[in-house]
């Protein structure tokens, strides 16, 4: 829903949106700019490609204002970026996953974004293709300033391409902080439950086994209208938890999570910072 709000598909309900400090839409005031969303490039779950237009057709669909040589010329650029020139007279039926996604990719791009929302551009992908996708949309990031949005529910993948993760439950942000951090050390017992789920070869999430093991089971996260979203399932939950919203709280300089238990769930992290904590709650 974020995604799709940033993107103008959906109104935000309150607050405002910005872009580089260029308002994209503001709930207050129902202000919309239409010339900064043209700046923001999306790639769907589902690839979303036209079946009855080339591969050339689906990547130049947002290029219509553009004299015909400069379209083509674009058009043959981007396919040559994402190794799929050959491709160009193909239709979407015609060609594989992966090349499907590289060309969801090379339409995104061809409008010359500084923001590229991905949403789960690899979760229909084979194993083997994924970090190819990955590798490819980083390389382009770096390549062109690219600003990237990847949203996803592979938090290993999160840990691989992204420099920040942010944690969402149920709409609410639960945890942000540097991926390689969040994921190595997670605080709120959601990220700690996303972690210990993940498969890892390499056995990292063994010590929030004890602590993911008594996860309750519980219906729908939105039906719970006080309290911590989260607090049906959290073996760590207590009346306060239920009673009240946790605020998103600092655990230390570049990391904060929104759990009235911190001090149980990551008393490591908050070592040093748990005075700081104490004061961000009672502030």
């Not at 040589?69 to 058009?75: F, L, S």
């Not at 039926?93 to 995104?108: H, K, L, N, T, Y």
């Not at 390549?143 to 691989?160: C, K, M, N, P």
Request: hydrophobic content about 40%; glycine content about 4%.
């Amino acid at each position: 829903m974020t995604l799709r709000m940033i993107a103008g598909i959906v109104a935000p309900d309150r607050g405002r949106i910005t872009l580089n400090g260029r308002v994209l839409y503001d709930s207050a005031t129902g202000q919309k700019t239409t010339a900064a969303r043209r700046k923001i490039g999306v790639v769907f779950q589902d690839y979303a490609l036209f079946p009855r237009m080339t591969v050339a057709e689906n990547v130049s669909f947002g290029l219509s204002k553009l004299p015909q040589m400069e379209r083509r010329a674009r058009v043959r650029l981007q396919l040559e970026r994402m190794h799929i020139a050959e491709l160009k007279d193909r239709y979407p039926a015609e060609i594989s996953g992966g090349q499907r996604q590289r060309v969801a990719i090379a339409r995104a791009l061809a409008v010359r974004p500084r923001v590229l929302l991905a949403d789960e551009p690899v979760s229909m992908l084979d194993v083997s293709i994924r970090l190819e996708v990955l590798d490819l949309i980083d390389e382009l990031r770096s390549q062109f300033e690219l600003a990237v949005l990847y949203v996803t529910h592979d938090i290993a993948s999160a840990r691989y391409f992204a420099d920040d993760t942010l944690v969402m439950y149920a709409g609410e942000l639960v945890e942000r902080g540097p991926s390689e951090d969040v994921t190595q050390q997670p605080a709120h017992p959601y990220t700690q439950l996303l972690v210990a789920s993940a498969p890892d070869p390499d056995d990292l999430a063994s010590e929030l086994r004890p602590l993911t093991a008594g996860v309750r089971r519980a219906g729908s996260a939105l039906s719970t209208t006080v309290g911590c979203r989260f607090a049906p399932r959290c073996p760590l939950a207590e009346d306060r938890c239920r009673a009240q919203s946790p605020p998103l709280l600092r655990v230390n300089a570049q990391r904060a999570a929104a759990c009235w238990r911190l001090d149980v769930a990551a008393p490591d992290l908050l070592h040093q910072g748990f005075e700081e904590k104490e004061e961000a709650i009672t502030t």
